[in-house]
């Protein structure tokens, strides 16, 4: 089955701990990307990577990093998290000749203390 | 830079009433749009997109018609069921590859019996 997955699902950690947040896809994609959903925000981008060892900012970069050094995986570095990176977290992929749709992980809601 | 306006709700119907969901946007170019829907405790799925003028895009009784001449691609159903609760969100792909969706902040739709 074509899909995104990420882990965990859920996470409660406290501040300064560093964490990783994991996405992979099975559809040879790509493009992927990290969204954060905040209420009354919408999603916002973080970090998105065109291809292996290609990365670049967002909207919304600061405090994560990510890296793709394979083409299925792109995780999500927290390295010191902070209560106001408390969020639901999506990761996502499209293809290079996508009309722009991208495919979504089932999220990962992540609360700092 | 590119924007979506959606109503943000609650938007709170009974059964089988008709259910209009505004979206509005502002991009350069020719943007391709797109409605994804949230199922409570879900990731985000693709409902429905249209990626040229008056292209119309329809999924599950959902239509949506993309209006370039007011840049609007409103959310439409003749009867809405309890099953359709959920976040609505607009979003639009302006092109380039490096970009990446650009939401809006999501209409929170409440069906009941």
């Known amino acids: 089955e074509a899909q995104v997955t990420q882990n965990p699902r859920y996470l409660i950690t406290v501040t300064g701990k560093k964490l990783t947040v994991t996405c992979s896809q099975n559809m040879n994609h790509e493009y992927m990307s990290w969204y954060r959903q905040d209420p009354g925000l919408g999603l916002r981008q973080i970090y998105y990577s065109m291809n292996v060892e290609v990365t670049d900012k967002g909207d919304v970069p600061e405090g994560y990093k990510v890296s793709r050094k394979e083409k299925r995986n792109f995780p999500l570095i927290l390295e010191s998290p902070s209560p106001n990176q408390t969020s639901l977290y999506f990761c996502a992929s499209s293809p290079p000749t996508s009309d722009g749709e991208q495919f979504f992980g089932p999220g990962t809601r992540l609360t700092v203390l | 830079g590119d924007s979506v306006t959606q109503m943000e709700g609650p938007v709170t119907l009974s059964e089988e009433a008709c259910l209009t969901i505004?979206?509005?946007?502002?991009?350069?170019?020719?943007?391709?749009l797109f409605w994804y829907v949230q199922y409570p405790g879900e990731g985000l799925q693709l409902l429905l997109k249209a990626t040229k003028a008056d292209d119309k895009g329809s999924n599950k009784g959902f239509e949506a018609t993309y209006r370039k001449e007011t840049t609007s691609f409103h959310l439409e159903k003749g009867s809405v069921q309890v099953s359709d609760s959920a976040v609505y969100f607009c979003?639009?792909?302006?092109?380039?590859?490096?970009?990446?969706?650009?939401f809006g902040k999501g209409t929170h739709l409440i069906i009941q019996p």
């Open positions: 505004n979206c509005t946007y502002t991009a350069t170019g020719y943007p391709s």
């Open positions: 979003a639009l792909y302006s092109g380039g590859g490096a970009d990446g969706l650009t």
